[in-house]
């Protein structure tokens, strides 16, 4: 059973581009939620998707930053027009049942460089 | 808001001597208390966790404890060894299925 899938793994951007980053989850999960490390930093939640919905986008930035979880195929974090201060490394997560303790798997994470 | 405060940011032990890290709380309500451990470049990895209803948990030489009173839990690492060294997060659940992290703390395990 693979675990939780995201890539790129490194992503490069000059400023103004738009950076896409894929996550699956892992098998049986359908809940996915998305963090952001800054460096030297904890994870800061960003959102919390279910197939089709998003349930908690409390932690996105209002403005340039969206997340979708299709009904198939992998969540993506879409972030319009970066910004140096979009640099950071975006992770992950995937759980199989809400409203319970269930464990988060993190995935390995992208690294957006923002030039 | 929600916060969960880490100490220390930075931990260096000897090699086979233990190694306490420290965190509080400020909901109340938060029932799930994970510690997950980070290797450079790789995602964050649960090693332990602790439900509310549980005061103390061990696992080998891992164990956390949880005062609900206080709003503090740590994590105890005995006996530690070179491929401890990582950065640590504790996190507290509240409402919903969100988790709030703590800023980290890099252990260092010195030969």
């Known amino acids: 059973n693979a675990g939780v899938m995201q890539n790129p793994r490194h992503l490069v951007r000059r400023r103004g581009q738009e950076a896409r980053l894929r996550c699956s989850p892992m098998k049986g999960h359908s809940h996915v939620y998305w963090y952001r490390q800054l460096p030297e930093e904890g994870l800061k939640f960003m959102v919390y998707?279910?197939?089709?919905?998003?349930?908690?986008e409390s932690g996105m930035p209002k403005e340039r930053f969206s997340a979708e979880f299709p009904k198939e195929g992998p969540s993506i974090l879409r972030i319009q027009q970066v910004v140096r201060g979009d640099s950071a490394a975006y992770f992950c997560a995937s759980s199989p049942v809400s409203g319970s303790v269930n464990e988060q798997f993190f995935g390995p994470g992208t690294r957006l460089t923002v030039l | 808001g929600e916060n969960v405060e880490q100490h220390p940011s930075t931990l260096s032990v000897q090699e086979g001597d233990s190694a306490v890290i420290k965190c509080t709380y400020s909901?109340?309500?938060?029932?799930?208390f994970p510690w997950y451990k980070q290797e450079l470049g790789k995602g964050p990895q649960l090693i332990i966790d602790i439900r509310s209803n549980v005061g103390e948990k061990k696992d080998q030489r891992i164990a956390v404890t949880l005062n609900k009173t206080a709003k503090h839990f740590s994590l105890h690492i005995t006996e530690t060894q070179p491929e401890d060294s990582a950065v640590y997060f504790c996190a507290a659940r509240i409402r919903d299925d969100k988790i709030i992290f703590g800023k980290g703390t890099r252990l260092h395990i010195l030969p």
């Open positions: 909901d109340s309500a938060s029932n799930y």
């Open positions: 998707l279910q197939k089709e919905n998003i349930i908690d």
